[in-house]
C-alpha cells in the first residue's frame, strides 16, 4: 500500500515538473504608425483571406525537415491565424494607400465604390530557425469597370533566430511584401 501511494506521489510530482507554460504570439503590422484616422476615402476594398486548415488553428505549426510537422501544443496563437493575417494585410494596405479603407464587409456609403480582394494563402511554411514563406493567390475585382487582376507568387523571410517570435516576425514580413505586391495592382 505504502508503495502504491508513493508511486502515485511520484507520479504526480513528475507530471507537474513537465508541465510547460503556453505562450501566445500576435501578428503585428509593420506600418501599424503609419495609419492616420481616416474621415474620407476614396474606395473601399473588401478583404477576403483564406488560410489552409493544417496551419489555421490555435497551435504554431513548424514545418520538419522530412516534410512533417510539429504541432506546438504550448507556442500558441493568441486569435485565430486567419483572423490575424487579414487584419495585417489590410492594415500594411492601408498604410501604404491613404486613399482606400479595407474590410472584411462592405462599411462604405452609397457611392464609394467597393471592390473585393480575395487572398488564397495556399501554403506557409514555418521552418524554425530557417525561414517563413508564404505562397498566396489572389484575385481583385474592381467594381468600377469590372477588371479583374490576378496572380500567384510566394513570399520567403528569413528567421532571424530560432526562436517562436522571429517566426512571426517573418510572417509579418512576408505579408508586408504581399501588401506591396497587391498595392502595386489596386486601381487608382
Known amino acids: 500500500m ?8 511520484l507520479a ?13 504570439y500576435v ?36 514545418m520538419k525537415r522530412d516534410g512533417g510537422v510539429h504541432i506546438l501544443e504550448h ?7 486567419s483572423d490575424q493575417v ?4 489590410g492594415e500594411d494596405i492601408e498604410a501604404r494607400r491613404e486613399d482606400v479603407i479595407l474590410s472584411t464587409r462592405r462599411i462604405a456609403p452609397p457611392g464609394v465604390p467597393n471592390s473585393t480582394i480575395t487572398v488564397d494563402v495556399v501554403q506557409l511554411y514555418l521552418r524554425q530557425g ?3 514563406s508564404l505562397e498566396a493567390r489572389w ?17 520567403t523571410a528569413p528567421a532571424t533566430d530560432a526562436g517562436f517570435l522571429s517566426m512571426t516576425h517573418s510572417i509579418n514580413a512576408c505579408l508586408n511584401m504581399l501588401a ?5 495592382v489596386l486601381p487608382r
Not at 505504502?2 to 506521489?9: D, P, R, S
Not at 504526480?12 to 501566445?24: E, K, M, Q, V
Not at 487579414?86 to 494585410?89: D, K, R, W
Not at 484575385?139 to 513570399?155: A, H, K, M, V, Y
Request: glycine share 4%.
Open 139 to 155: 484575385r481583385l475585382e474592381d467594381e468600377r469597370d469590372g477588371r479583374i487582376s490576378q496572380g500567384r507568387e510566394t513570399f
Open 130 to 132: 530557417s525561414e517563413v
Open 75 to 81: 507556442e500558441r496563437w493568441a486569435a485565430p491565424l
Open 27 to 62: 501578428l503585428d503590422s509593420a506600418d501599424r504608425k503609419a495609419l492616420e484616422p481616416r474621415t474620407a476615402f476614396a474606395a473601399q476594398f473588401t478583404l477576403h483571406v483564406t488560410l489552409p486548415v493544417l496551419v489555421d488553428r490555435s497551435e504554431m505549426v513548424v
Open 86 to 89: 487579414t487584419t495585417v494585410l
Open 12 to 24: 504526480l510530482l513528475s507530471g507537474c515538473a513537465l508541465n510547460r507554460p503556453d505562450h501566445f
Open 2 to 9: 505504502k508503495m502504491t501511494c508513493l508511486l502515485g506521489l
Open 180 to 184: 506591396d505586391r497587391l498595392v502595386a
